[in-house]
């Protein structure tokens, strides 16, 4: 700063500092306090805060799906990993995002703090006094009316207050009045909402939870941690405390599309339905319910949505000897929309060594020349399961692994009986095969339904939504009431026993039917005193 | 089930609203091109009279002509004179007779687009025995019959003809995409689709969508208005109304279309809470609705803020119109979404 040559035509004595205002740490901070709450920097934030949204549509979200963010990720080797540091498949949950919404709500309280210690007191003061001219305000009317000056004034102050206007006499001669200070409220009970919003949001995330779970039809499920397929919950959340209740799946209705053909309606699904019997407690008497897509089952302290089906073939394998080494509804995961689902069988307790079959499960099952067996309607018409079969380890390591999917690293595949090709086996029901090599046999007893289940708790939604209502009621009232000064007043005609009477109005932002209100206002007073226009 | 000569009653009002929406189209086309060759006889006369006055000008230097008066100089065509006072009587709203016919016939056919398209969508909706909004085609001509009523209704309180062309061509071709490329079989609905909130939360944001519309219209008018009004170049845009109230009008319809998209945006919320068990779940189309109520919210600061201009905030207020075009056809088509509803 010293170094700056003084703009003087006098010799500067040397080594004399320049004497410049010094911002001092205070008032960089109340500089940068200024700035952000500046109303341009909100501006700035908001539309940062759109464009900062939309990559999360573009690119696939880890915290929505997961294997796909994967794939991608895979098939861009270079520009994956670079997208990945950067956050784009976390938008919502990445700092840089995290850093716009917070600077916008500390932008946010920033401004909506002192305009509500101004509208606080804007509320109690009463209306400023009578401009001298109030010929001079954006709107203005005058009339003669055949009464005093006094009666005049008192229709005026009638008419204003019907109209729900605040009115004071600073003097004799006029009244001032202020409507609308629903609007500035309406505007700071809309931010102030805002930030309730989050704060449910925020609850929400610390406190909630949510789980997921594959439960096929006549089996059970305890909400229990161990159950969940998978398990998320808040930071704040101790699992050990969840409502005990548990729930058996007795019936999967689904139906699809049969009868309109048309492009993309045939095979859709159009109902599905999970009814199920659950106890509060453990022990507690059983109740009937349903569970539908849209309408979950609210239970206390949780809820639970039916977000997913598919199927679960049942499989029995048995040894040589005919002894039964698995016998399970086995879920497979669905892959497109007429239900070509992929799944696993792990036999562990097959000897002498553990079985893997791998495979497909074909509701309505073809097999067409490009695309092997495949699919065509959704629904159960024509089942079939087509599996290849491996064995070996199938948990190496004893990692945890999908139950979808074979871990192959220390399984073989059996070839089939030639040894030229992979063992290749296609079951309808009720069909059998027999394994090569004595390893035993599959039977492919009957089709069930499985219902994917999440069951979820969100303690903050409740505080969300009156908070998201809140904000839409201010916002209507913000948006929709007018803030308005009216002046009147009053001085004799120089006709006797009449009155000239001047309305003048003023708004607080632009506002086009001033005028009209104005003359409104001047009419009504007319028509008060009995005189016609 | 469905019924499918209902169906097809409801696609042929459907075209019988596109013939009616094309008069309409061509009768405001028709108002726009009448006032043109009007404005230019107008700028002539203005001419004209300003050579006049500068002659009188002239002659008043010269001690010739008398004050107070436009007194033609000597040599001035004899006929500059009545026609520049006429121009100067019947200022104000001289709109030429044939103007004024095609907009009115454009009028009724408005109207009567409105009509029909409700009657398709009233069609529609028995022959699928449920709300008719459940693809990208039903959105489209519900969105439009909204549009058009708005717009409809609108008229009877102010002039809107200025209006028309860029509310009933847009219209137009927003039919035409969904009877070509839109166009979905009259079917049930799939089952997270079935609920009374599809009813609530998609209605409003339709309505919301069709009256955003009019806004975009309103406020590319006046940035075209305003454009040229600096540049001082003559267009037909002179006879719409100023600038400054065109600029408020399209203002007032965003002040109604944005309470609306808050409440679509909460609507959405209590329905994904119960169809997807979480009220909120960054899936695209969320994203760009949250995107689009941003924007919108940016353009009402901004119109607020002194710092801003008018411009400026009207160019946001076409941003917001642009992500929800981006909205409804990107995202609906081509990302993968909990919202994929299109039928395609």
Known sequence: ?533 | MTNETLAQYANLALYSAMAVLTVAMLGYALYLAALVPHRDRKAALAAEATRSRDEELVGAGTGAGMPGGPVAGPGSPSAASPAASAAADGEADDVPLRARKAAGIAGTMTWLTGFLLVASIALRGASVHRWPLGNMFEFAVFGSMFTVLAFSIWSTKRDLRWLGLLVTGPVLLTLGLAITVWYTEAAELLPSLKSYWLVIHVTVATLSVGIFAIGASAALIYLLKDSFERSGRASVLDRFPPARSIERLSYGLHVVAFPLWTFTVIAGAIWARQAWGSYWNWDPKEVWTFVIWVVYAAYLHARATSGWSRQGANYIALAGWACIIINYTVVNVFFVSQHSYSGL
């Open chain 1, 1 to 533: 700063m010293a170094t700056q040559t003084p703009l003087s035509t006098q010799p500067a004595p040397p080594d004399e500092p320049v004497n410049q205002p010094q911002l001092g740490l205070v008032g960089w901070l109340r500089f940068a306090w200024r700035q952000l709450t500046s109303m341009r920097t909100a501006l700035f934030l908001l539309l940062l805060l759109a464009v900062g949204a939309v990559p999360g549509s573009i690119w696939p979200q880890r915290s929505i799906d997961s294997a796909r963010t994967a794939d991608y990720i895979a098939q861009h080797q270079t520009l994956g990993p670079v997208l990945d540091r950067l956050g784009f498949f976390e938008v919502y949950a990445s700092p840089w995002f995290a850093a716009i919404y917070l600077l916008l709500f500390i932008s946010l309280v920033g401004c909506v703090l002192p305009r509500t210690r101004l509208h606080w007191r804007a509320m109690r003061s009463t209306p400023p006094r009578t401009p001298a001219r109030l010929e001079r305000l954006s709107a203005h009317a005058t009339a003669e009316v055949e009464a005093t000056p006094e009666e005049a004034l008192a229709a005026a102050e009638a008419v204003l207050r019907k109209r729900r206007f605040r009115l004071h006499r600073h003097d004799q001669t006029s009244v001032s009045s202020e409507r609308g200070y629903l609007k500035e409220t309406g505007n700071l009970v809309f931010h102030l909402a805002l930030i309730l919003v989050i704060v449910g949001v925020a609850i929400g995330h610390l406190l909630g939870w949510k789980g997921d779970v594959i439960v096929p039809v006549g089996q059970g499920f305890a909400n229990t941690l161990s159950r969940y397929d998978t398990f998320s919950p808040g930071p704040w959340v101790k699992p050990e405390n969840l409502s005990p209740f548990s729930l058996k799946l007795d019936r999967l209705d689904a139906k699809f599309e049969e009868n309109v053909t048309g492009r993309g309606q045939f095979g859709q699904p159009r109902d599905f339905t999970a009814h199920v019997s659950v106890a509060d407690q453990p022990g507690a008497k059983p109740h009937e319910e349903t569970v539908k897509v849209n309408h979950p089952l609210e239970m206390k302290g949780a809820s639970v949505f039916l977000l997913g089906n598919g199927y679960a073939p049942v499989i029995t394998v048995r040894d040589k000897e005919g002894n039964v080494v698995y016998r399970d509804a086995t879920p497979f995961l669905a892959q497109d929309n007429n239900y070509k689902s992929v799944g696993a069988v792990k036999v562990t307790g097959a000897t002498p060594k553990q079985l893997g079959f791998f495979g497909l499960f074909l509701p309505t099952a073809v097999i067409t020349k490009d695309q092997g067996p495949t699919s065509i309607f959704p629904d159960a018409k024509k089942p079939a399961l087509a599996l290849g079969l491996y064995e070996g380890n199938l948990f190496p390591d004893g990692r945890p692994q999908s139950v979808y999917t074979l871990d192959t690293k220390e399984l073989t595949q059996i070839k089939n009986a030639k040894g030229t090709e992979p063992l290749r086996i296609w079951l309808e029901p009720g069909q059998t095969f027999e394994l090569p090599g004595g390893r035993g046999s599959i039977t492919f007893d009957g089709v069930e339904r499985f219902a994917g289940l999440s069951i979820r708790s969100d303690p903050g939604k409740g505080l969300t939504l009156v908070a998201a209502l809140l904000a839409l009621a201010g916002l209507i009232s913000s948006l929709v009431v007018r803030r308005r000064r009216v002046f009147v007043r009053v001085s004799p005609a120089a006709e006797a026993g009449r009155t000239v009477v001047s309305v003048g109005g003023m708004a607080k932002d632009d506002d086009d039917t001033l005028t009209e209100a104005v003359e409104d206002i001047l009419a009504a007073v007319q028509r008060r005193t009995g005189t016609s226009r």
